[in-house]
Structure formats: C-alpha cells, structure tokens
C-alpha cells in the first residue's frame, strides 16, 4: 500500500490550491459564458466583484486609518491589491479626470485567457474603491489578457462624461 501511495504522490501532476481555485473559476465563467452569454456572465462576476471591492476597500481605509481615500490613495490601493494577488499592475497616467493602469501579469495567469467575464472582477474591485473614496468611476478595460492582448490597459474615469452618447465602461457612484 505504501508503494502505491509514494507512486502516486511523485506524478508530475500539477495541482495545488492555487492551481485549483484558478482552474475553478476559469471553468465556471466559462461555463456561465456558454450558458448564459458573455454579457450575464459578467453581470454574475460583477456582483461577486462589488462584495470583495467593499470588503477590500474597508480593508485599506482601516490600515491607512483614514475615512476617505485620496485620488493618489486610491491609485496605489488598486496597483497594491494586484500586487498582493499575482498581478502586475502599474499607474501609467493620473489626473483629476482619469487613473490609468497598464498590467503586465493577470493574477488568474494563463487561465484567464478567452474568459473576459473575469475581467469584470478588476472593474467591480476597481469601480467600487474608486467610487467609494472619488465619488465617481466608470472604468473601461480597453485592452486585456483575457481577450488575447499581450497586457492589459484599464481607465478609470473620475468625472462622469459630458458626453450625450452613453459612455463606454461601467459606472459606479457612492454608495
């Protein structure tokens, strides 16, 4: 019996939490992506986003022991929280009207790819602690792992568009 354990233990089998969870989620987006379509496939990611962007965003406050986050805050909040999940997020440009971020790494790594409904957890987390501490965001991926990019380039607006066409991205307000 030992002999069998021991063999069965040393296969090549790559499997660990990590591995697991992430293959996890990329079947079960991808399943609701075949069943239901991509559109409600993200609605569903998106309300999983918003509870963990509340509950990381009370994180940060209470370890920066502050109310309200500032915009400087807020950008180095979303690249750290990446940070802390595998990503490789950056500010690329920060201004009164926009943050935008460049990713060099998806913290779902290769299991991302063709499962954009993922992607909806990025602007949930992001739009929620924007919105939060700014009182605004609509963010717009415009480039992702997800849909085949080689990174990915994610803007969060801070004001809402003047604009009489309805904007791109998803909007997010104070709650």
């Known amino acids: 019996m030992g002999n069998a354990a021991d063999t069965v233990r040393r296969l090549p089998v790559e499997l660990d939490r ?29 309300i999983v986003g918003q ?3 509340d509950s990381l965003n009370e994180e940060y406050r209470s370890g920066l022991q502050s109310r309200t986050l500032t915009r400087e ?19 690329l440009e920060e201004s009164d009207e926009k943050l935008v971020l460049g ?25 929620v602690i924007t919105a939060e501490n700014l009182g ?3 963010v717009v991926i415009e480039e992702s792992i997800a849909a085949g990019h080689a990174g990915c ?16 991205g998803q909007e997010y307000f104070k709650g």
Do not use: W
């Open 153 to 168: 380039r994610v803007v969060v607006h801070l004001r809402p568009s003047p604009d009489a066409e309805p904007p791109s």
């Open 51 to 53: 509870k963990i962007g």
């Open 18 to 46: 990590d591995h697991f969870l992430r293959q996890l989620l990329r079947e079960l987006a991808g399943t609701l992506q075949e069943v239901v379509g991509l559109e409600q496939a993200s609605g569903f990611v998106s």
């Open 136 to 138: 605004y965001a609509r």
């Open 73 to 91: 805050q807020v950008a180095q909040v979303l690249v750290d929280l990446k940070r802390r999940i595998q990503g490789d997020f950056y500010v």
């Open 103 to 127: 990713n060099r790494a998806c913290p779902f790594g290769d299991m991302v790819k063709d499962r954009q409904a993922l992607c909806m957890m990025t602007s949930n987390v992001f739009g």
